[in-house]
């Protein structure tokens, strides 16, 4: 197993600038009196193709060879992903193949297709995912990229938080929602290099806690298809996630889906921005957790705005 460096995130960076945004970061004084806290919300559904992933996506994508690349790229996703990998795909001009749970939103399977990218269906469970998946590369022969578990793509994931840590002096903390840990796991390997008095947190729907299971027990406990409303944040740490969780998180947090929802109401309601379930879920742990986060700064990760409207979470 190969556990990505400092220098593969500064390659990274370097590899990706054309390809992304340098996201801003807005404040809400409204919500830091809510909390007692001065928060920085890293406002990645500002990002191309919507979310976060568009970072290390394209550092996978544009770091093949050029005989890598004439074969494809193809992955699983439940969404944000996927749309990322078919935008660098597009921007390199190769073939893109995404397996996709038939539940997930439709606005997230249409995204696939509008950047050029061709959708394979499955079940919804991680069991059925990878078993399509394996079907696919055996038939097109594409180079896999893994959602997360990916030395490349944690590298690119890991430029977000040097941003945030250029953009915004003094952190105390950084908070970013965890499925299979990916943003956490690059949040991980720049802040331990970088700035290693800033403590990382993960948030995690309590429907779908596994992450926050695994921390506790010390061993990765994997749920084969729990359900929540951060359909984001539906799938299991791996042995590569693990690793940056295990030797680099300071603690696991959860939100109740109620919690979430109302989390995702008020940011839209008070700082006008569209983002989605999974990206509400840092800002409910916080509320609900205020002793925690009491008087220090600390940087939120808006991971994705790639909600379906006409599916919203309170209609």
């Keep these: 197993m190969y556990i990505p460096t400092l220098a593969d995130m500064i ?41 976060f992933k ?7 994508v544009f770091g093949l060879s050029d005989e890598q690349a004439a074969r494809g790229v193809a992955t699983h996703s439940s969404g944000n992903h996927g749309t990322c990998l078919s935008y660098a795909a597009g921007r390199r001009g190769i073939p893109c193949t995404v397996v996709m749970p038939r539940t997930a939103p439709q606005a997230k399977k249409d995204a696939v297709r509008d950047y050029g990218g061709k959708v394979v269906e499955c079940e919804p469970s991680t069991s059925s995912r990878e078993a399509v998946f394996a079907e696919v590369v055996a038939e097109t022969g594409a180079e896999f990229v893994h959602p997360y ?16 840590i250029e953009q915004v002096d003094g ?38 806690d596994d992450a926050y299971r695994s921390f506790k027990a010390g061993h990765i406990i994997a749920d084969d298809a729990p359900n929540t409303v951060a359909d984001g944040l539906k799938v299991p740490l791996k042995d590569l996630t693990w690793h940056f969780v295990r030797n680099h998180v300071t603690d696991i947090l959860t939100a109740s889906e109620e919690e979430i929802v109302d989390a995702m109401k008020l940011i839209w309601k008070r700082m006008k921005i569209v983002m989605e379930p ?38």
Excluded at 185 to 205: D, W
Aim: charged fraction near 20%; aromatic fraction near 4%; include cysteine.
């Design 11 to 51: 390659a990274a960076e370097e590899r990706i600038r054309r390809h992304i945004h340098r996201t801003p970061v807005l404040t809400s004084s409204f919500i830091n009196s809510l909390v007692g806290a001065e928060l920085f919300f890293k406002c990645e559904n500002f990002q191309k193709a919507g979310a």
């Design 278 to 315: 999974s990206s509400a879920v840092p800002l409910a742990t916080i509320l609900k957790n205020k002793q925690i986060f009491a008087g220090k700064r600390v940087g939120i990760i808006i991971t994705g705005g790639n909600v379906d409207l006409d599916k919203l979470p309170w209609q």
């Design 171 to 208: 952190l105390d903390a950084v908070i970013a929602p965890i499925g299979g840990g990916g943003m956490v796991s690059g949040t991980c390997l720049t802040l331990s290099n970088l700035a290693p008095h800033i403590r990382v947190y993960a948030a995690e729907p309590g429907q779908a």
């Design 149 to 164: 578990n990916d030395p490349r793509v944690i590298a690119g994931q890991a430029t977000c938080s040097k941003e945030l």
């Design 54 to 60: 568009a970072r290390g996506a394209s550092n996978a």
